[in-house]
C-alpha cells in the first residue's frame, strides 16, 4: 500500500506573506541603524490600508512608514486597480517600547550568558528527498510560486499575472517513504481580467471565464511546468508523469486578490515558511523578530542541527527539538529522533539510540542564543529574504548591504546623527554544511 502527504506555499504577494515581508523589512532597517536593535512587529494589510505594531528599543531611527511603502511596491502592488499599492495605502504605526520586563531576562552583563527571550520548543528537520535535504512536498510548492512570481516580472509570458497565488503539491509514497510520483497539483493565480465578456449576458460572461481559465490552465501546464521540472534532479523529474491531477485557479476567477481579498497578518504561515508540515513545528513564528526571540534563532539552529546530521551520514530522516525557559541561556531539553534511519555504531557495533546521539550532539553544539547568533550572524540586516518562499532549503549567499550608525558626523533628513557604512553580510547561513566534519569526527564516521 502507498500513501499521500500533501504541502502548500503561497507567493510573495499573498497577503500574509505581504505582512511577514514588512515586518521583516522593518528589523533588518531597525538592525541597519543598530545591531543590537530588539525588535517585535507586527503587519496588519487589508484594503488600502497598512497597519504596523509591536516593541521595539533601538538607539536608532526608522522611517516605518517608508519601509512598508518600499516592500508593498517590491512585490508588485503598484496599481491602483488593485485596492493596494504601495503609493496610496494608508500606513499607520502603533510601534512601542519594549518590555522592560523582557529585556532584563535577555541581556547580561557578560553577553555570552545571554538568557532566551521567551520560553518555548523549536524543532528542526531535514531527509534526503531533495538534494537540499527539505521534504519534497513543500520544496515543489515553493518552487512553483517562486517561478511564477519570476514569470510575473519578466512580463514576457503570462501578462496577465498579478501578485497573489498559491501551490499545492501532493506525493504518493511508497510504504517505505520512497516518493512514487506525484499525485496532485494545485495552483491558483490571481490575474487581469484579460478577457472581457462579448456583452451583458450571463452566457456571454460564463464563455469569458472559462477562456481565460483555459488560457491559465494551458499556460500553468506548458510555461510555468517546464520551468519548475528543469529545477529538480533527474530523479525527482521521473515523477512529474502524465497523470498528475491538475486543478488550476479550481473557483473560476481570482481577479480580486491580494490584501483587497483577504486580510493579511504577520506569523500565518508558519507550515510554508517551515517544512510544510513534516516534521513537527513549536508554534512560534519568525517574521518581524530579532534573533533574541528563540522562536527565530533556535529553530534556524535546529535546522542547521538536522540537516547537518542528515549530511554527515548519521541518518537519513532527522528531527531535533530544543526547548528553553525565558532568560534562561542553556536549553531545558534536547530531543533527537531519526526515524529508525540511523547508521552510527557504538564501539560495540550497536546502532546508537536516538537519546545516545542526542548526547553527542549536545557535547559539540553550543546551544546558548549568544552562540547561536554568533554562529549565524543573526544581528545582521538578512532577514526580509526569509520571509517569502521558506526559511529553509534556501542557498546561502553573501551580499553588501549599507548600514546607518550613530556618529557625529552630519544629520539625515530627520536631523539624526548618522554614519554610513556598507559591509558584507550572509544570507541563510544556518543552510551551510559547516558543521558534517565535526558530527563525523564525533561519530567516528569517515
Known amino acids: ?62 522611517d516605518v512608514q517608508e519601509v512598508a511603502r518600499r516592500v508593498i511596491n517590491r512585490i508588485g502592488y503598484t496599481k491602483a486597480e488593485y485596492m493596494f499599492d504601495g503609493n496610496s495605502c494608508g500606513v ?36 534526503r528527498e531533495m538534494d537540499n535535504l527539505m521534504p519534497m512536498p513543500i520544496e515543489l510548492a515553493q518552487i512553483f510560486v517562486q517561478e511564477l512570481a519570476a514569470i510575473r516580472r519578466e512580463g514576457k509570458k503570462m501578462k496577465y499575472l498579478r501578485p497573489d497565488s498559491k501551490s499545492q503539491v501532493t506525493i504518493e509514497y511508497e510504504d517505505d517513504g520512497t516518493p512514487k510520483k506525484i499525485d496532485t497539483i494545485v495552483i491558483s493565480t490571481q490575474h487581469d481580467e484579460f478577457i472581457k465578456p462579448e456583452n451583458h449576458s450571463e452566457k456571454a460572461k460564463l ?80 517574521s518581524g523578530k530579532d534573533s533574541s526571540k528563540v522562536d527565530r534563532s533556535a529553530a534556524y539552529a535546529m535546522r542547521h542541527i538536522a540537516k547537518n546530521m542528515v549530511a554527515a551520514g548519521i541518518a537519513d530522516e532527522v528531527l531535533v527539538q530544543v526547548a528553553y525557559a525565558i532568560g534562561v541561556a542553556n536549553p531545558v531539553g534536547f530531543f533527537v529522533n531519526t526515524f529508525g534511519t540511523a547508521k552510527v555504531k557504538n564501539n560495540k557495533g550497536k546502532i546508537l539510540t536516538d537519546s545516545e546521539i542526542a548526547r553527542k550532539i549536545q557535547h559539540v553544539y553550543d546551544m546558548r542564543p549568544y552562540s547561536i547568533v554568533q ?16 526559511h529553509f532549503g534556501r542557498d546561502p549567499y553573501k551580499k553588501k548591504v549599507e548600514i546607518s550608525l550613530p556618529s557625529g558626523n552630519g544629520k539625515d533628513k530627520n536631523n539624526h546623527t548618522h554614519r554610513k557604512i556598507t559591509k558584507e553580510v550572509e544570507f541563510f547561513t544556518w543552510e551551510k554544511l559547516d558543521y558534517v566534519k565535526i558530527f563525523k569526527k564525533e561519530f567516528g564516521l569517515k
Not at 532584563?104 to 523549536?122: K, L, N
Not at 543573526?378 to 518562499?389: D, G, R, V
Open 1 to 62: 500500500m502507498s500513501y499521500l502527504f500533501t504541502s502548500e506555499s503561497v507567493s510573495e504577494g499573498h497577503p500574509d506573506k505581504v505582512a511577514d515581508q514588512i515586518s521583516d523589512a522593518l528589523l533588518d532597517a531597525f538592525l541597519s541603524v543598530d545591531p543590537e536593535s530588539k525588535v517585535a512587529c507586527e503587519t496588519l494589510v487589508t484594503t488600502g490600508l497598512t497597519v504596523l505594531s509591536g516593541e521595539v528599543r533601538t538607539e536608532g531611527y526608522v
Open 92 to 127: 499607520i504605526s502603533a510601534i512601542h517600547e519594549q518590555s522592560s520586563n523582557i529585556r532584563q531576562g535577555v541581556v547580561r552583563e557578560h553577553p555570552e550568558e545571554q538568557g532566551a527571550g521567551d520560553q518555548g520548543m523549536m524543532f528542526g528537520y531535514a531527509c
Open 207 to 286: 464563455s469569458a471565464e472559462k477562456k481565460m481559465h483555459d488560457t491559465i490552465l494551458n499556460d500553468v501546464k506548458n510555461i510555468l511546468l517546464p520551468r519548475v521540472v528543469s529545477q529538480v534532479p533527474s530523479r525527482v523529474k521521473k515523477l512529474f508523469t502524465k497523470d498528475i491531477q491538475w486543478y488550476v485557479n479550481p473557483t473560476g476567477l481570482f481577479i480580486i486578490g491580494g490584501p483587497h481579498g483577504d486580510t493579511g497578518l504577520t506569523g500565518r504561515k508558519i507550515i510554508v515558511d517551515t517544512y510544510g508540515g513534516r516534521g513537527a513545528h513549536g508554534g512560534g513564528a519568525f
Open 375 to 390: 554562529h549565524f550572524g543573526l544581528k545582521n540586516p538578512i532577514f526580509e529574504p526569509t520571509a517569502s518562499y521558506g
